[in-house]
């Protein structure tokens, strides 16, 4: 598949903010406010965490923010934690695709 | 409480089909606010989308797997099921069952199912 970009890593100490980033294009990210960002532990199934561009879904912590700039959405975390080691993935509609994934991001707290 | 559980065989044979049901519990499949959909993680890999369906049977598939993928729906169960065609060593993936929160538009999931393994081999 085509994916958004995604960095390959980010990490960061305990109590910091990290952010991750997602670019597409005007065909999916920029060209729609319907970006979703979702936390995987291995071996559990994927949560959402961010669903058109920066809303929160009942029960997950305000720490996650999200927000986009052009074809580039982000998605912060502040006040990292332990638990919050992860793999991240961003998704976008896409007048394409209809869906697209990110390639997936994995924070790794310090 | 709203569950959604794959079921399936783990081992496909090279050029087979792939055949997998998600059951759904908690909620109708009927609804007209959700779209039910399938995703698989390869090992190593990322999340890949592979297709969306709504209580009317009209599908959505991803563009390069359109060719060999039906999804369909069983009402009578509260079922849906996914079929993957002529598959190869490179299906072989995490194949995951969720629901799609919206109606008028795709791609946030906000409900999964624990995901199966699913191997392609002779």
């Known amino acids: 598949q085509s994916a958004l970009t995604q960095p390959a890593s980010v990490s960061g100490s305990p109590g910091q903010s990290i952010t991750i980033s997602c670019t597409g294009t005007r065909s999916d990210v920029g060209g729609y406010n319907y970006v979703s960002w979702y936390q995987h532990h291995p071996g559990k199934a994927p949560k959402l965490m961010i669903y058109?561009?920066?809303n929160r879904p009942s029960g997950v912590s305000n720490r996650f923010s999200g927000s986009k700039s052009g074809n580039t959405a982000s998605l912060t975390i502040s006040g990292l934690q332990a638990e919050d080691e992860a793999d991240y993935y961003c998704t976008s509609y896409s007048s394409s695709t209809h869906v697209v994934f990110g390639g997936g991001t994995k924070v790794t707290v310090l | 409480q709203l569950q959604l559980q794959e079921s399936g065989p783990g081992l496909v044979k090279p050029s087979e089909t792939l055949s997998l049901t998600c059951t759904v519990s908690g909620v109708s499949i009927t609804s007209s606010s959700y779209y039910w959909g399938w995703i698989r993680q390869p090992p190593g890999k990322g999340l890949e989308w592979i297709g969306n369906?709504?209580?009317?049977?009209?599908?959505f598939y991803y563009p390069s797997l359109r060719s060999r993928v039906t999804i369909s729906l069983d009402t009578s169960k509260n079922q849906f099921s996914l079929k993957l065609s002529s598959v190869t060593a490179a299906d072989t993936a995490v194949y995951y069952c969720?629901?799609?929160?919206?109606?008028?538009?795709?791609?946030?999931?906000?409900?999964w199912g624990q995901g199966t393994m699913v191997s392609v081999s002779s």
């Open positions: 969720a629901r799609d929160r919206n109606s008028w538009y795709w791609g946030a999931f906000d409900i």
């Open positions: 058109e561009v920066s």
């Open positions: 369906i709504y209580y009317t049977g009209s599908t």
